[in-house]
Structures are given as structure tokens and as C-alpha cells.
């Protein structure tokens, strides 16, 4: 790490946890920054000097509208997001927005395309066909999920009304990083690298961040859109299912989740104040290269299929060689105050998940912990 790399570190980004607090690798719910939960504490009891506290504020008062106003303005710098884009939040997660999508933008006899490149991506088109004739532009299951696809890998059906992808991948530890290049309105799930480093927000019709990993707490999602993809949207669902008209109401179309939004918006004020994006990109970088190094230094004791051009920064998966040596890595780093560690069910191995908000610190003493394990069970 360099001098500069090194400062920001200890200085305005996560380094270490407060004492008594672990180093939290959970998926989700995600390690977020001490001083956005200082703020929360505060403000449960008083928020702001109101005398109520934020659980119990009315959602159609003046001090909710400050904060609503505030989230959504700090939402659209950290993303930046021009004026063409509508910027708004939905009540419930990614998948809630999964089943909204094909019934807004895909006519009963229309269709839509969606690259699968990991288990959410697949409940994503599974959520799709349940309604609408969807199609799979790219089928990584035949690959394991072990890249996501290049220019001139995955197909566009003609007449499609969009294009889906997930950006990150948490389960395979996969990522795109760069929009994949289409005709088709393009839809991003940016669920777990939302802010986490300069994404090009122009080349899409709709991205969408859930709460509980970069934004904070579960319970709602953030939604960035072209106005005019919003207005191509069938009139013919109840208002609550449109994302129209929660963006025409300024995301207080019905009792809205008000904790989740103003977290979310804590969360991209945060982002701001240290340097937004461009220099978390940087922080998850290093933090990401420290275990993806301490993969590949184990000279095979930790595996993992993804090929590492698609490695992700948010979520280090590996694996030992076997299932017993996975459960005793978890239990031992447990020992070391490192926590959430076991891999999704479905892929097994270990997961480490460094969301914006997690001390660098916790990197490097799982790089030093992994080394250790591989070289007493090696």
C-alpha cells in the first residue's frame, strides 16, 4: 500500500472496528460505517431535534420530507445521475423489483432478454418467465458461472424491451466491469457494488440497488432511470406497482419504508464525504487484492472457478479442499474475530464480503490468517 493509498485508509475510509465489534464479512446484512450507526443511534431517539424519533416520524411531515429530499438528492451526486434520470426508492428488495420489471415493460406478447451470469441473475429471468416469454441472452449455467460475457457472447432477440444483467456478482465473486454493449434499453442490478466505483449510469435505461450491502439497511431499493424508459411503462397495473408513478411521487406514493430511505441516504452522504466512487474504487481495490492475493499465493490450497479477469471486489469466494477443511477455516477464523465467512448453500467454500463500509484492516488479517491455515493444513 502506498503512503497516499495508506492515509485515506486510516484516515477517512473504514480501517478498524470500534472494541467489541468483529470484522463482519457477512453478504448481507453488510458491515456499514461506525459513524453512519452513531448517527442512526442518535437519531432513533431524536431525530434531529425534533423530539421524535426516526421509527416514529410521519412520513407525510416536514422533517420527513427534509430527510426524503436529502436521500434522494445524495443518492443522485454519489451516482451521477443526470437530469434525463429519474431518482427514487421502492418499498421491498431486488427481488420484489425482479417481478415489477416484466409487468411495467414487456407487453403480454413482447419480450425481454436477460444475461445469466449467477443465481440471482437466474431468479431474476425464473421471476420473468413466470409472466412474460422472456429469453436468456447468455446462459452461464453451461460455464458454471465462471465469467461473465464478453462483447459478442451474448444475443439480443429482436424486438426485445431490455436487457437485464446483475453488475456483481456475490455467489460466483464474478463482476462486468465495464456496461455490457447493446441496443437494447439496459438494465443493471447493481445491488452490491452500488457506489462502489465510477459506473457509467448513461448507457442504462434502469439500474437498481437494493438496500443491506452499499445503501445500508433491507427494506427498500434504489432505483435510477431514464424518464423517458419510465414513460413507456403499461398504465394498465395499480399505481403501487408502477415505477412511474413512484417516481412522479417522490417516492412517497404510500407509506414508503422511512428508516431504509434515510439510511440509504446516510449511506450516500457518507460515500461523499470520502471521495465518493472513484475513491472507494481505489480502497476496494486494495482491500480485494490483498485476499484474491492470498488465493493465489496458496499455491493451490485455496481454489475458486471464476476466472480472474471477472474477479469482483465486493465478494472473495475460495474454497479448501475439502468440505471438512472449509468448516474448520470458518470455526478457527471465528477465533479471530472474523465473522460470516461460510459460502452461500449453494456454492459452498468461504465468502468474504467487503462492501464499502469494511475496515481495511479486516482484509489484511484474513490475507495473514489464510496464509497461516494453508500452511498448517497445506
Not at 493509498?5 to 486510516?10: D, E, N, P, S
Not at 411495467?104 to 420473468?128: C, H, L, M, R
Request: a neutral charge; aromatic letters at 10%.
Amino acid at each position: 500500500m502506498t503512503p497516499a493509498a495508506a492515509h485515506i485508509a486510516r484516515t477517512l475510509l473504514p480501517y478498524t472496528p470500534a472494541s467489541g465489534r468483529v470484522y463482519n464479512f457477512s453478504a448481507g446484512p453488510a458491515c456499514m460505517p461506525e459513524s453512519v450507526l452513531e448517527q442512526l443511534r442518535e437519531e432513533l431517539i431524536d431525530c434531529q431535534g425534533g423530539g421524535i424519533g426516526l421509527l416514529e416520524i410521519s412520513h407525510r411531515g416536514a422533517l420527513y420530507a427534509r430527510l426524503n429530499d436529502a436521500a434522494h438528492d445524495a443518492c443522485r451526486k454519489a451516482s451521477g445521475a443526470s437530469s434525463d434520470y429519474e431518482v427514487f426508492f421502492m418499498p421491498g428488495g431486488a427481488t420484489v423489483q425482479f417481478g415489477l420489471l416484466p409487468l411495467n415493460f414487456i407487453p403480454e406478447s413482447g419480450t425481454a432478454a436477460y444475461i445469466d451470469t449467477s443465481i440471482w441473475s437466474q431468479k431474476a429471468y425464473a421471476e420473468a418467465l413466470r409472466c412474460r416469454d422472456v429469453t436468456l441472452a447468455f446462459d452461464g449455467r453451461a460455464i458454471k458461472y465462471a465469467k461473465v460475457p464478453a462483447k459478442g457472447e451474448f444475443t439480443e432477440p429482436a424486438g426485445a424491451k431490455y436487457l437485464f444483467y446483475c453488475q456483481n456478482n456475490t455467489v460466483e465473486g464474478t463482476t462486468f466491469w465495464e456496461p455490457p454493449t447493446t441496443t437494447l434499453p439496459l438494465i443493471g442490478d447493481a445491488t452490491s457494488d452500488i457506489f462502489s466505483r465510477p459506473w457509467d449510469i448513461s448507457k442504462h435505461a434502469m439500474v437498481l440497488a437494493a438496500g443491506q450491502k452499499n445503501l445500508g439497511a433491507a427494506g427498500a431499493s434504489l432505483i435510477i432511470a431514464r424518464k423517458d424508459f419510465l414513460a413507456s411503462a403499461t398504465k394498465r397495473l395499480p399505481q403501487i406497482l408502477r415505477f412511474e408513478d413512484h417516481a412522479l411521487a417522490h417516492s412517497n406514493l404510500n407509506t414508503p419504508p422511512t428508516f431504509a430511505v434515510r439510511v440509504m441516504g446516510l449511506m450516500a452522504e457518507w460515500t461523499l464525504s470520502v471521495g465518493g466512487p472513484v475513491a472507494l474504487a481505489k480502497h476496494n481495490a486494495m482491500k480485494a487484492n490483498l485476499l484474491w492475493g492470498a488465493v493465489d499465493a496458496s499455491k493451490g490450497f485455496y481454489s475458486w472457478h471464476a476466472e480472474k479477469a471477472c474477479r469482483s471486489h465486493m465478494n472473495v469466494c475460495f474454497r479448501a479442499p475439502s468440505p471438512a477443511l472449509d468448516a474448520r477455516f470458518v470455526a478457527e477464523a471465528e477465533e479471530q474475530g472474523l465473522f460470516g465467512l461460510l459460502g452461500h448453500r449453494e456454492a459452498g467454500g468461504m465468502r468474504a464480503s467487503i462492501y464499502n463500509g469494511f475496515p481495511a484492516k479486516g482484509c489484511e488479517i484474513l490475507a495473514q490468517f489464510m496464509g497461516d491455515f494453508a500452511a498448517r493444513h497445506g
